[in-house]
Nanobody, 120 residues
């Protein structure tokens, strides 16, 4: 499975960005897919996930601001990020797994990451 992220960048507080993650290889559309982020000096944390049953979960700090979705083919994952805050600044990673979960260790496949920087 290969995961390739795109869409990161620099934006001012209150702005928006949309991240994309294209999946290929030995990948099933029923795979659990999610977005994690890691800020300097901090542990990698779950941002949002689409479970294999299609249900979505978000960390509390992004609820109401971020939206996770997939395209119709189920091969591209998106993260629409609105009302961005400086504390959202981090490297964002796409992850996938047949079962998934909540923790980074629950996911077996990872993208290379895309940087999101939010200035005040």
């Amino acid at each position: 499975v290969q995961l390739v992220e795109s869409g990161g960048g620099s934006v001012q507080a209150g702005g928006s960005l949309r991240l994309s993650c294209a999946a290929s290889g030995y990948f099933y559309t029923t795979h659990c897919m999610g977005w994690f982020r890691q800020a300097p000096g901090k542990e990698r944390e779950l941002v949002a996930v689409v479970d294999s049953d299609g249900k979505t979960r978000y960390t509390d700090s992004v609820k109401g601001r971020f939206t996770i979705s997939k395209d119709n083919a189920g091969l591209t994952l998106y993260l629409q990020m609105n009302s961005l805050k400086p504390e959202d600044t981090a490297m964002y990673y796409c992850a996938a797994d047949p079962y998934g979960g909540t923790w980074p260790a629950d996911f077996g496949y990872w993208g290379q990451g895309t940087q999101v920087t939010v200035s005040s």
